[in-house]
């Protein structure tokens, strides 16, 4: 039994067949959702993280790409728990450099939120900190709704360093877009901003809150006091 068949025997041992009814409902994967033809095997997060813990230090590069193009979402994930943890520890630039090469070229199974928010940040972010992140602009330009919240929530990294002008230039460039799911991704970054940095989203919001879509808004003045909210919800500032 190769190493990619023990990952999967394992999260098997954690199937719940009442999760398994219930994801595909919760991940929009139904005709016409956003996770159309998506499988899933009924496997909490945290049974997949605890895989991911027991298995990635004996994964291979050459191993990874079996188990990030299964059709099962949940083995998808894991691998990118894998990948994410082994960026994360590992000393070794080759290797690294590797890794995002192998993450790059599989975008196409990176291919709902929990699978972007799970990996963009930990993954581009921290590769890109002191590279050029014209890759970011490239996929947010993309027209593919999964490159672009990847492109956006990548910057999450950044927005942690008190580096905040990718994540607003980046925000302007999808303020139009028709996705909820980049509104909601975009607001959020907006947010986190804004924790770090009140003035700079407020500079943000102050110049497009009123052509923003009105679920980006929301997200971004979450933490608002009630009445700073209010005014933006009501377009009085």
Not at 68 to 74: A, R
Not at 94 to 122: G, P
């Amino acid at each position: 039994m190769n190493l990619v068949e023990q990952v999967k025997k394992e999260l098997s041992v954690h199937i719940d067949d009442e999760k398994a009814e219930y994801l595909p409902k919760f991940f929009n994967a139904v005709p016409g959702g956003y996770g159309e033809g998506d499988l899933f095997l009924g496997i909490t997060v945290p049974n997949q993280r605890k895989v991911a813990k027991q298995f990635y230090r004996q994964v291979s590069l050459n191993e990874l790409p079996t188990l990030l193009q299964d059709p099962f979402h949940e083995c998808r994930l894991t691998a990118l728990f894998m990948m994410v943890n082994l960026y994360e520890r590992s000393k070794d630039e080759t290797k690294k450099q590797a890794m995002i090469d192998l993450y790059l070229n599989n975008l196409d199974y990176v291919n709902n939120w929990d699978l972007v928010d799970s990996s963009a940040y930990k993954l581009l972010g921290p590769y890109l900190e002191h590279r050029n992140r014209e890759v970011l602009y490239e996929l947010a330009s993309s027209n593919e709704l999964w490159r672009q919240r990847i492109a956006i929530i990548s910057t999450l990294y950044f927005i942690r360093k008190h580096d905040f002008d990718d994540t607003l230039a980046l925000a302007e460039s999808l303020l139009h877009h028709p996705h909820d799911l980049i509104h909601k991704a975009v607001g959020w970054m907006l947010r986190e901003v804004g924790n770090r940095n009140l003035d700079s989203e407020l500079a943000f919001l102050n110049k497009h809150y009123h052509c923003m879509p009105r679920t980006m808004l929301r997200y971004a003045i979450e933490k608002f006091e009630p009445t700073l909210r209010e005014k933006f919800l009501k377009g009085t500032i």
